[in-house]
């Protein structure tokens, strides 16, 4: 009796030991040189897209493409990690593994209310992942039917997930690109919509029950950037001044305005079967290099909040992180907003972005010649704040980013081209691979005489957002030591209304 005893106490005290361990090691791992502070990331090997998210229980759900046995892409897992805040995050243990039909690449998940799907036991609610199924066999074997659309269910809040015995539940007609569905309710007709990215094109099928699809129609081969393949769309309704709008967003992966990966959108209207856009035109969700395969979280209501992954195909693999690589971009409300006669797709910043900003350094009326150095107050932040300024009227300027060995971040506003640019051509190690380095622009999207710029700056990453969120930029670095030095620049005088800074107390404990 005694030895079992000792055994079971043995026992215990290893476990708590184990624990304590993995504790203490993904916390330094939180602590590694470019690992970012206040974005997602996991606690090790290779992370890319966003999948599955859905907002169910008060919680927010977030999978993501994960490869659990290195830091370069390999075969595909669903990560998962959940948040009640949109910021701080837990990493849970993998939800979705590869099986005999294949890898499991992107996807979306829904909350099935009303038990279309019949997986729904005892009162309980579903939550079904659907997501694509993709064939390492039959791709090795040049047939063009190896990525396919299934479904798996959970009955405990995404906890655990059951894959559907039926599956495949939307065979591929051959076509070789036949993937990452996104999924919503169309309540006018009672069905489920599915957006599904084939090559170079949306497909849009229906279905009543998540299980049998109909093919509706097709949208774009005529529309907007064909630079590469289209990849991971999303649709929802938007309101603005009271009136319904629908978005298609559509990233594209090469052919994106800075080179390789991106996101594209359209607007317009869908009717349950067809989307009607108001013009085929390139729009850009975000102009920077570094946001792609972004969607939204499903379940939210009217209220649209996005998540790109923070990187791009030109370079993801080669990224000098240790450990880990890559992350998610900070998560962003989106709006409808009308400037120079058209409706246009604006983000911001979610506001609970809030809950882990300090109380803001607040210097206003504030008359920059030719510079004015704020390295007294950034040099506290840890490389991790946000920036928010308002010139009286837009003239060039500079913020330039930097350290005590001459590495530099430049981001501004060229006002002879009428551009934003963020240049990391001296921003650290850039020899990893030939596309990394580069000045990277974007047009300015209003006629308005001044402008204003909200800047998140995160160990390795900066996020811009200007004019109210109408032009966006997203961009990774690699600083052989942080930029905690931060300088505005000018040719001449430049007035500033507002000028603010905001520490960003760490997401991870």
């Given at each position: 009796m005694r030895n079992r005893k000792y055994y079971f106490l043995l026992a215990l005290s290893m476990a708590v030991s184990s624990l304590l361990y993995a504790q203490e090691k993904n916390t330094q791992a939180y602590q590694a040189q470019y690992r970012p502070q206040v974005h997602f990331s996991p606690a090790q090997h290779w992370m890319n897209d966003p999948n599955g998210m859905v907002y169910?229980?008060?919680?927010?759900?977030?999978?993501?493409?994960?490869?659990?046995?290195?830091?370069?892409?390999?075969?595909?897992?669903?990560?998962?990690?959940?948040?009640?805040?949109?910021?701080?995050?837990?990493?849970?243990?993998?939800?979705?593994?590869?099986?005999?039909?294949?890898?499991?690449?992107?996807?979306?998940?829904?909350?099935?209310?009303?038990?279309?799907?019949?997986?729904?036991?005892?009162?309980?609610?579903?939550?079904?992942?659907?997501?694509?199924?993709?064939?390492?066999?039959?791709?090795?074997?040049?047939?063009?039917?190896?990525?396919?659309?299934?479904?798996?269910?959970?009955?405990?809040?995404?906890?655990?997930?059951?894959?559907?015995?039926?599956?495949?539940?939307?065979?591929?007609?051959?076509?070789?690109?036949?993937?990452?569905?996104?999924?919503?309710?169309?309540?006018?007709?009672?069905?489920?919509?599915?957006?599904?990215?084939?090559?170079?094109?949306?497909?849009?099928?229906?279905?009543?029950?998540?299980?049998?699809?109909?093919?509706?129609?097709?949208?774009?081969?005529?529309?907007?950037?064909?630079?590469?393949?289209?990849?991971?769309?999303?649709?929802?309704?938007?309101?603005?001044?009271?009136?319904?709008?629908?978005?298609?967003?559509?990233?594209?992966?090469?052919?994106?305005?800075?080179?390789?990966?991106?996101?594209?959108?359209?607007?317009?209207?869908?009717?349950?079967?067809?989307?009607?856009?108001?013009?085929?035109?390139?729009?850009?969700?975000?102009?920077?290099?570094?946001?792609?395969a972004g969607i939204t979280w499903s379940n939210t209501g009217e209220r649209k909040i996005f998540l790109g992954w923070m990187s791009n195909w030109q370079y993801a693999n080669q990224v000098p992180t240790q450990a880990w690589r890559n992350a998610t971009t900070i998560p962003r409300e989106l709006s409808l907003q009308l400037s120079k006669g058209e409706i246009l797709l604006a983000s911001k910043p979610v506001p609970e972005l809030k809950n882990i900003a300090e109380k803001p350094i607040a210097l206003k009326q504030r008359l920059v010649n030719h510079s004015l150095d704020l390295s007294l107050y950034t040099n506290k932040l840890g490389s991790r704040y946000i920036l928010k300024l308002t010139p009286r009227t837009l003239k060039d300027y500079c913020l330039r980013l930097s350290n005590t060995k001459g590495e530099e971040l430049l981001i501004g506003y060229d006002p002879v081209k009428d551009q934003y640019y963020i240049d990391r051509t001296r921003a650290g190690k850039l020899d990893f691979q030939k596309n990394f380095s580069g000045r990277f622009t974007a047009p300015r999207l209003t006629l308005a005489k001044n402008s204003d710029i909200n800047i998140v700056v995160d160990k390795s990453s900066v996020e811009l957002f200007a004019d109210g969120g109408l032009t966006t930029m997203t961009a990774i670095y690699f600083p052989t030591e942080d930029f905690n030095n931060l300088a505005i620049k000018t040719s001449g005088q430049l007035t500033l209304i507002n000028l603010s800074i905001s520490g960003l107390n760490p997401i991870w404990k």
């Open positions: 169910f229980n008060h919680t927010y759900h977030l999978f993501f493409q994960y490869y659990p046995n290195d830091i370069i892409w390999g075969p595909m897992h669903w990560g998962h990690a959940v948040s009640k805040d949109l910021i701080h995050w837990k990493e849970l243990p993998i939800a979705l593994y590869p099986d005999s039909l294949g890898y499991i690449f992107s996807g979306s998940a829904v909350v099935d209310s009303n038990n279309t799907s019949g997986f729904g036991k005892n009162g309980q609610i579903p939550l079904i992942a659907i997501f694509t199924h993709h064939d390492p066999k039959r791709e090795a074997e040049k047939r063009d039917d190896f990525e396919n659309q299934s479904l798996a269910f959970s009955l405990d809040g995404g906890a655990t997930w059951t894959k559907y015995t039926g599956n495949p539940v939307l065979k591929n007609p051959g076509i070789r690109d036949f993937r990452d569905p996104k999924v919503m309710w169309y309540a006018p007709e009672k069905k489920w919509i599915m957006t599904l990215a084939t090559q170079d094109r949306i497909s849009f099928y229906s279905a009543p029950d998540l299980k049998n699809w109909k093919k509706e129609s097709e949208f774009g081969i005529k529309a907007g950037a064909h630079g590469g393949v289209w990849e991971c769309p999303d649709l929802f309704a938007l309101k603005m001044s009271g009136k319904t709008y629908w978005v298609l967003v559509v990233n594209l992966n090469p052919g994106g305005p800075n080179g390789g990966s991106a996101t594209q959108y359209f607007i317009g209207d869908f009717d349950g079967s067809k989307f009607i856009p108001i013009d085929n035109r390139t729009k850009w969700l975000d102009y920077g290099p570094d946001e792609y």
